[in-house]
């Protein structure tokens, strides 16, 4: 009885805060076929296809390849086709211009860990006009630790402010075990499935960071936690040491959000203590020589960035420790989040925020988000499966002129979405002051 008390408070708490062809292959989970999206007419952009990874764990599966595709009108007898090297191993007769189609082949991840230069992950997707015929597109599935500095003589100009960016949502909260089940409250507090270091690698460019602050009467950097609403999840350690080795080895320009405080900070502030103090020095000791000065402002470019070495953002989101600390510490993203528990309706707060797009840096956090009562009784299933139901769909409004609008795009599971490669692709368009690819 106590523990079933202890469970519903727990999650009342958090929610709170929380705020060869394989036979019958099926579309993947929330991704209907659509004769193309309702959003834009534009009819010059190449056809966009990827392989994704499915966050979600069935019968002690994990990790299943789904292939997604975006093409503004099919080819005769279209096909999309997955290699494994060079054998095919997947085929799927296309009935759409906008899809996504599970495999039944799970991608298993590399013994050794994954390199700061770009590598090819041995699977391959192509658009076909016949099983057998002409190749439309294609396309790998590979990290991208470098896309900033590989594009820098087309990109360099643009400003932070003025760049897509693909982000996590929640990026610390995930499980360092791999684990094929999880528990009633893991369910709704791991977000990703791949470490910091692995996001930046794959090339995720901002972090939405939820810190928290455990320990009486002391200043111990020991004491910083990475949250999900007041859920401990790791120390803040491991985030930061995964983003300074990433600084240490690329010129990648990242932001890092630091977006809430639930636990130790502000109301629930530990006596005797000064939590804020103890990170901000923590980062500056860890990350000092790569702090951008925020005298840049967010309108500086990629280059000026790179002028002065200075490539890590630190976004805060509290206005007294912002103005005490100036000189190392960015005014906050401003998160756009609709606490929507159907896609459809989060698709519908996404559309009123881009008929009038905020000023300035902001993040449209596209997960959807479970309540109190839908925890309890488990009706979402966990933010696996809530990820699968919206991710597809999250990947096509940014293939349109959403895509020319946003700035931050913050996601769960994001390998199971298509906005590292879809970030790309707008911020090249960006820079020659176009929607088109042609």
Avoid at 95 to 102: D, H, K
Avoid at 280 to 307: H, M, R, S
Avoid at 350 to 373: I, R
Wanted: proline share 6%.
């Amino acid at each position: 009885m106590t523990q079933c008390i202890s469970l519903v408070l727990n999650v009342l708490f958090f929610a709170s805060i929380f705020a060869s062809s394989v036979v019958n292959p099926k579309p993947a989970n929330g991704s209907m076929p659509t004769n193309g999206s309702d959003l834009t007419n534009v009819q010059c952009r190449k056809p966009f296809i990827d392989i994704l990874i499915s966050p979600v764990i069935e019968g002690g599966t994990k990790n299943e390849i789904v292939l997604y595709w975006t093409v503004e009108t099919l080819v005769p007898d279209p096909w999309i086709i997955l290699k494994n090297g060079s054998v095919e191993i997947f085929k799927f007769q296309m009935n759409s211009t906008t899809g996504s189609v599970e495999t039944n082949f799970s991608y298993q991840n590399p013994a050794k860990p994954y390199s700061f230069k770009k590598q090819h992950l041995g699977y391959t997707a192509e658009y076909k006009q016949g099983v057998k015929g002409k190749v439309i597109a294609t396309s790998s599935m590979e990290t991208n630790p470098t896309w900033m500095s590989d594009q820098a003589a087309t990109i360099g100009e643009l400003s932070i402010n003025n760049m897509f960016i693909p982000g996590t949502h929640d990026s610390g909260a995930l499980t360092l075990n791999d684990t094929t089940s999880e528990r009633r409250i893991q369910k709704y507090v791991m977000a990703q499935d791949e470490p910091v270091i692995n996001q930046l690698i794959f090339g995720i460019r901002s972090l939405d960071l939820r810190v928290s602050y455990y320990g009486f009467r002391s200043h111990k950097f020991e004491n910083l936690y990475i949250n999900h609403g007041v859920s401990k999840v790791q120390p803040l350690c491991n985030v930061i040491n995964d983003v300074k080795a990433f600084l240490e080895n690329t010129r990648e320009i990242l932001i890092l959000d630091f977006h809430g405080f639930p636990v130790g900070f502000g109301g629930l502030k530990i006596p005797h203590t000064k939590p804020h103090d103890t990170l901000v020095d923590y980062l500056q000791k860890e990350l000092g020589p790569f702090i951008a000065p925020p005298n840049l402002t967010w309108n500086a470019k990629l280059q000026d960035f790179w002028k002065i070495n200075k490539t890590v953002i630190l976004a805060y989101n509290n206005e007294k420790v912002l103005k005490k600390y100036s000189h190392l510490l960015w005014p906050p993203v401003y998160q756009r989040w609709g606490n929507c528990q159907e896609p459809d309706k989060l698709k519908a707060y996404m559309k009123n925020v881009f008929e009038n797009p905020p000023e300035g840096p902001w993040s449209a956090q596209v997960e959807l988000t479970a309540n109190a009562g839908k925890i309890i009784t488990d009706k979402m299933k966990g933010l696996r499966q809530m990820a699968a139901s919206i991710n597809y769909q999250v990947t096509e409004w940014f293939q349109t002129d959403w895509g020319k609008k946003c700035n931050i795009v913050a996601c769960d599971f994001f390998r199971n979405s298509g906005i590292v490669k879809t970030a790309i692709s707008w911020n090249l368009r960006r820079a020659k002051n176009s929607s088109c690819d042609l």
